[in-house]
């Protein structure tokens, strides 16, 4: 019978490894070979277990989704994936089921497939991203922040991983404090932050040009939009652009190179080139947001490759503390490892679930 990758090689963009490992695990979404720590992490700890696993980053076009869920509920050697941008909420109605947090985020960053088959959708960014910010982590000295509750919080972004911060930060407000959503899109802000109150009483949306007012009082600035991550990210028609050079805190307006192109340095160049007056654009306007910035914000940025964005890096010059995405990856990724896509071959092999979520988290940890 064939394994998984040779029955989902046809339905990725990328060089599947000529090897079968007993078991497979990976990431799907636009590109995460470029970028996504995943892979890297579970691989780590799959040697740490001596176990015959492979952890594999799958880059899919849009029009491939479908198909290569089809092709993976064939695949008896796989345990799960992860899902990252653009497909966290077009995954969704893709699958044979949620889990009830899933179901109330909308949104799946983690698929679980069982023996039958079917494809069950997880949600752990919710978690990951309240441990992030106010927990006690192995590895990490003190909090990021010690409560949420009573704050006045201002999150960027309305997609898959937005639906989730939103939920978790509402879930620990518990209808304390203010929780304002500012998106591009502002019916998927409304809709979001609509769905949010519903559940937590909590949640409303403002437009972009509401940005600045909102950070004057804002205590903790959250980006949870994909500006200032690095790779190429996929446009319409098959083009493809760059968010590394822009700051979540203002308007980003990319053209984007013609599908034909093939994306290298000479693509970046001229790509870069083409944009520099929308850089320079979002820069000034950014730079203006954190000049009015409160003077006792925190700012969290979910995005982790580069580490540091241009969002965080005009916040820290401007004495604001400052976290990336790396403390909520690691959490959300042993969280679906321990509890979700290997909790069957944990049992199977007597390791207890929270002896193994802590060695887990400090393997990952030491290996990013």
């Not at 446009?235 to 980003?252: D, K, N, V």
Request: overall charge negative.
């Amino acid at each position: 019978m064939p394994n998984a990758f040779v029955r989902l090689q046809p339905h990725v963009t990328n060089q599947l490894p000529e090897i079968a490992p007993r078991v497979v695990t990976g990431i799907i979404g636009d590109r995460p070979s470029q970028y996504a720590k995943t892979p890297v992490l579970w691989n780590a700890v799959f040697r740490e277990f001596e176990w015959d696993a492979v952890s594999q980053p799958w880059d899919l076009e849009s029009r491939q989704l479908s198909a290569f869920l089809e092709a993976a509920r064939q695949c008896e050697d796989l345990l799960g994936f992860s899902v990252t941008v653009p497909f966290k909420t077009a995954v969704v109605p893709l699958l044979d089921d949620l889990d009830p947090l899933a179901r109330d985020v909308g949104a799946v960053n983690t698929v679980v497939r069982q023996s039958n088959g079917h494809l069950v959708g997880s949600n752990t960014d919710a978690q990951g991203a309240i441990d992030a910010i106010t927990g006690e982590l192995p590895g990490r000295s003190g909090r990021f922040l010690d409560t949420v509750k009573g704050r006045r919080v201002v999150l960027i972004g309305a997609g898959g991983a937005a639906r989730a911060v939103a939920f978790a930060l509402a879930t620990e407000m518990g209808n304390t404090g203010s929780l304002s959503i500012v998106n591009r899109a502002g019916l998927k802000a409304e809709e979001l932050a609509t769905a949010v109150c519903r559940v937590h009483g909590i949640g409303k949306a403002a437009s972009e040009t509401d940005l600045n007012s909102l950070l004057a009082n804002a205590d903790l600035v959250v980006n949870a939009s994909t500006k200032g991550q690095a790779g190429w990210r996929q446009g319409s028609a098959g083009g493809a652009f760059i968010l590394e050079p822009y700051s979540a805190l203002a308007p980003a307006s990319p053209t984007q190179l013609d599908a034909s192109v093939t994306l290298d340095s000479r693509a970046s160049r001229e790509w870069f080139v083409s944009n520099c007056d929308d850089i320079n654009s979002n820069a000034q306007t950014a730079r203006e947001a954190i000049r009015v910035l409160s003077d006792t914000a925190s700012c969290f940025d979910l995005v982790y490759a580069p580490l540091e964005t241009r969002f965080l890096a005009d916040a820290r010059l401007a004495g604001h503390q400052t976290m990336n995405g790396k403390w909520m990856n690691i959490g959300q990724a042993a969280d679906a490892f321990v509890r979700k896509v290997c909790a069957s071959e944990l049992d199977a092999r007597g390791i207890e679930s929270e002896v193994a979520y802590r060695t887990v988290f400090e393997r990952m940890a030491e290996v990013w």
